[in-house]
């Protein structure tokens, strides 16, 4: 997608404009952030608009620091996937993919614009479900064709499959575990596939 001048533009003021209420939200709150609207949340889709990956990286990477226990939206961790993928950090790519399936496992199929059936699978976050699902990439748009077939290979790879498979297994475990220490064993393990700790 070619963007005019004034778009540019436009999509740039609103990153500084967010930029400014963070700052002054920090300000506010004596050095911590409340960001109660989730404005944090907002940049990334701004700097894809613009094909800025590496100002989408340097953001996330500022969100790393400044918000390391935000876990962020569905849609929040598929543009970070997308920038990892464009500045070449395809191990980091990888695991933020998992992350971001594992957070709402509806997503891929809506970035391939393929069926997205309910399953009667329990959530644990309404995150989690089908109808969270309301973001703007898609397989088909010719900004994201590489990552697309990037993407579509890491899913059908035997690294992703095991790795969905055994966090799929432990989540049925967790439903049925009753113990406090058991399922603080299980979550941590869950916790190693997903976020790769």
């Known amino acids: 997608m070619n963007l005019t001048e004034q778009q540019i533009k436009s999509i740039q003021n609103k990153i500084v404009k967010v930029k400014k209420a963070l700052t002054s939200d920090k300000r506010r709150w004596g050095g911590f952030y409340d960001d109660s609207r989730g404005l944090r949340y907002l940049p990334p889709q701004y700097y894809l608009k613009l094909q800025d990956y590496s100002g989408a990286l340097r953001y996330f990477n500022w969100f790393n620091k ?26 980091e790519a990888e695991q933020k993919a998992i992350t971001a399936h594992l957070s709402n496992k509806y997503y891929f199929n809506k970035f391939f614009n393929k069926p997205t059936l309910r399953t009667q699978e329990k959530h644990f976050s309404n995150w989690e479900t089908s109808e969270m699902i309301d973001f ?18 890491f899913v059908a790879s035997e690294k992703f499959a095991t790795l969905v498979l055994k966090y799929n297994e432990l989540e049925k475990q967790l439903s049925k575990e009753d113990t406090v220490f058991g399922r603080s064993e299980i979550r941590s393990q869950m916790n190693k596939i997903q976020y790769g700790e």
């Open 66 to 91: 400044k918000f390391p226990d935000d876990s962020g939206y569905p849609d929040f961790l598929f543009e970070w996937v997308i920038t990892l993928f464009y500045k070449g950090k395809i191990k």
């Open 136 to 153: 703007v990439y898609s397989s088909t748009q010719e900004q994201f064709s590489e990552f697309a077939r990037w993407l579509e290979q």
